[in-house]
């Protein structure tokens, strides 16, 4: 009986399941190693093995002004400045998935707060730099489309190198100062 019992309480252990939507990693904490797992049930050595599961659907990050938004995971507004030096809002959503097939690799450089550790500071910096290759007029006018590719190339790039595909970047709204005509179009 008492055989039964501790099966049962291995087994729990033992086998791990990963939906359709994850990768997983696991590590062994004896030879350090790491393997990954895909979609099914997959079986671990209890007490050795250690899993981390990863969302493998594409996902978004949104930096926003919204109270709504930045209740469900959005940011506070963005601030960039202009060639010119003017103060700008934006508020963007960046659309990202990982590369399952190199997850033991970020999991080895990222680790599972990737999000907010690599991606959110990376946007950040991306798009005040991209910003301020452009003055106020261009930017709500015909350097919009403009502006928008260069941060996807210059995102795309950094994620790359880290194993992330950017899908894209939506340029949601640009809040400009009073003291620029607003023209969107």
């Keep these: 009986m008492s055989l ?17 939507n994850q990768v997983g990693v696991v590590f062994n904490q004896i030879n350090g190693s790491l393997r990954s797992i895909t979609e099914g049930l997959n079986i671990i050595l ?11 659907r594409v996902q978004a990050i949104t930096m926003s002004s919204s109270r709504v938004e930045s209740a469900q995971g959005g940011e506070d507004p963005l601030e960039v ?11 963007l959503t960046v ?9 033991n690799q970020i999991h080895l450089t990222l680790g599972p707060d990737y999000a907010n550790t690599f991606l959110r500071p ?3 910096s991306v798009v005040r730099i991209q910003f301020a290759e ?13 502006l928008q590719a260069a941060i996807e190339d210059s995102l795309g790039k950094v994620m790359r190198d880290r194993d992330i595909n950017l ?9 400009l100062p009073e003291q620029v005509p607003s023209r969107q179009p």
């Design 46 to 56: 209890p007490f050795i093995e250690q899993v981390t599961l990863y969302n493998s």
């Design 81 to 91: 400045l202009s060639s010119e030096g003017l103060v700008i809002g934006v508020d």
């Design 4 to 20: 039964i019992g501790l099966g049962l309480l291995l087994s729990g252990q033992v086998l791990v399941v990963v939906t359709a």
């Design 95 to 103: 659309l990202y998935q990982i590369d399952r097939t190199k997850i």
């Design 167 to 175: 899908v894209s970047v939506n340029l949601r709204e640009i809040r």
């Design 122 to 124: 990376n946007i950040r």
């Design 134 to 146: 452009f003055n106020a007029i261009d930017i709500i006018g015909t350097g919009r489309a403009q």
